[in-house]
């Protein structure tokens, strides 16, 4: 009976819908797509049911697949478009732990602490995405910080190699090495976000986007390069 | 004795076509509005009239204005301040390195749309070109010393970042605040809106980006060399374009405000040089840094 009651109920609201009609002339194209991290299919079964494993690991594959597409930057929307910040959030820690407590004489004059670290890449990522957007760009805000987020990974990358070369020795040759390893992956890591970015932006105004992203690079750059380790 | 309603209909029409001829993408819609409501008597005409004459005015003042057509919690009032091109930005730049007497910068280089990106990574800019450049001024100080031990010295970024950014917020308030009460008291007409005179600091900071990192050069007759010169330079940008407001002024506010403007600047450019570069001799650098960043 109470199935039936709230049927009654609904039926007016919903009477007026059989009303409207699509005309023929009109064609409906495009997709009617919420733009979540997962795949549409989805919606037909629910996330609860599947094992962990797979929810794991179809996080892990998307996560993967846009680490391969930094590492080999060409232009795509897939990437763009399927935004996440589990990447961002991995690299940005990892970066932050390798970098933190550098040199110990006094704790003032010490290396950045792990909080410093992490403020600077969010927020200026965050400050970065504001810039490109109020100077007219075209992209999202997750998508800015999942995009520059992501290519922090060949600084992460310069980082262990410089961990590895300092255990080494510290000398001239040890800097030389980290100066041209910390600049290349810099170099790199600028040229791979702005293949993603730029394409937002007017084309008179790329450079103003472009600049920012450099100095953001440069300084984490900086920081990993000026690492020493305690003595 | 009122002009006949033809007459007037005239008239506006001779005004529209001089104001098309002179901006022919100028819509003509609100001309057609107006006219109408014109006709109805002569009151509404002169008004009409005056405005025609000085259209030209209003229009640059509204956008000296900045055009404040969003409400502030709006994300188009902001972007309204980033409304810049890259060549427009490089020639702003060029205006503040290279201050030439008579071209006053604010008139020539930022109406109609002064921006507040250049103030802004500017600022950010010399930060970390302050902090870098002073942690590696320290470097070749010691190179003779064998107990040296880089030390990064992060927190100087975080204090380099609140001065700097505090000067180019802070001065140009209280330049705009005097300078427009000034205006008002004496009445006149010319004066910069706060984003201006923001504009005007931020862009003119930017000789101490080169400046700063030159100073990672330790000799010590060449850092004041430099601060002379970037300051002369710097300074000179604020001075040829506040002068021309304050020079109607009597004369002892007139070269007082030129005078405060000229000392804020100095203070800043000496005091970032001594607390980030700091110079110690080779054998006594690592107990004098001690030392002094001790006292920091």
Redesign the interface.
Same mark, same amino acid.
């Given at each position: 009976e109470k199935m039936a009651e709230v049927d009654e109920l609904s039926k007016p609201m919903f009477a007026g819908l059989s009303d409207v009609s699509i005309s023929r002339d009109i064609p409906v194209e495009g997709e009617i797509n919420v733009p979540v991290g997962t795949p549409s299919h989805d919606d037909e079964y629910s996330t609860l049911d599947e094992p962990v494993k797979d929810t794991i690991l179809r996080d892990l594959k998307a996560v993967g697949k846009k680490f391969v597409h930094v590492m080999y930057p060409k232009k795509s929307s897939t990437l763009l478009r399927d935004w996440d910040l589990w990447g961002p959030l991995l690299l940005c820690v990892t970066l932050a732990l390798m970098l933190q407590g550098?040199?110990v004489?006094?704790k003032?004059?010490?290396?950045?602490?792990f909080a410093?670290v992490f403020v600077i890449i969010w927020f200026g990522s965050v400050i970065i995405t504001l #810039?490109s !957007?109020? @100077?007219?760009g075209t992209i999202s805000f997750f998508q800015s910080l999942c995009v520059l987020g992501y290519c922090i990974m060949p600084l992460t990358v310069a980082m262990v190699v410089c961990r590895l070369v300092l255990l080494g020795g510290s000398g001239m040759v040890s800097f030389i090495v980290r100066l041209i390893v910390v600049t290349a992956s810099f170099s790199w890591s600028t040229f791979a976000s702005t293949a993603f970015l730029a394409d937002s932006q007017p084309s #008179?105004? !790329?450079? @103003?986007v472009v600049?920012?992203v450099f100095?953001f690079y440069?300084?984490i750059g900086?920081?990993i390069l000026?690492?020493?380790p305690s003595? | 004795t009122m002009a006949s309603p033809d007459d007037l209909k005239f008239q506006e029409f001779e005004e529209a076509t001089d104001l098309l001829l002179a901006d022919p993408g100028a819509s003509t819609l609100s001309m057609s509005g107006s006219s109408s409501t014109a006709l109805a008597g002569a009151t509404g005409d002169i008004k009409l009239d005056m405005s025609d004459d000085e259209g030209q005015e209003e229009s640059s003042e509204l956008l000296r204005g900045e055009k404040q057509t969003s409400g502030f919690w709006t994300f188009e009032y902001y972007q309204s301040f980033f409304n810049v091109d890259t060549m427009q930005v490089l020639d702003r730049v060029k205006g503040s390195v290279m201050p030439l007497p008579g071209r006053n910068f604010i008139k020539h280089t930022l109406q109609p749309s002064p921006d507040l990106y250049g103030p802004f990574w500017i600022c950010v800019t010399l930060v970390i070109s302050l902090a870098i450049s002073g942690n590696l001024s320290t470097f070749p100080n010691s190179l003779g010393s064998a107990h040296y031990h880089y030390r990064p010295q992060f927190h100087r970024v975080t204090i380099a970042a609140v001065v700097i950014f505090l000067y180019a917020w802070l001065v140009p308030l209280g330049v705009w605040g005097f300078l427009t009460w000034r205006q008002r008291e004496e009445r006149q007409q010319s004066g910069y809106s706060f984003l201006e005179t923001v504009c005007v600091y931020g862009y003119s900071l930017f000789i101490y980006i080169p400046t700063s990192v030159l100073w990672i050069l330790p000799f010590e007759w060449l850092r004041w060399l430099l601060i002379l010169v970037a300051m002369v330079i710097s300074g000179s940008v604020l001075v040829l374009t506040f002068w021309p407001v304050v020079r109607d002024d009597t004369k002892v506010t007139a070269f007082a405000t030129v005078a405060t403007i000229v000392v804020l600047h100095a203070l800043l450019s000496i005091g970032c040089k001594m607390y980030f570069f700091q110079t110690a001799t080779p054998t006594l650098n690592h107990t004098a840094a001690i030392l002094t960043n001790k006292t920091h």
């Open positions: 550098g040199s004489d006094s003032e004059d010490g290396g950045p602490q410093e #810039n !957007k109020l @100077l007219g #008179n105004r !790329k450079a @103003l600049y920012p100095l440069f300084v900086w920081m000026t690492f020493s003595a | -």
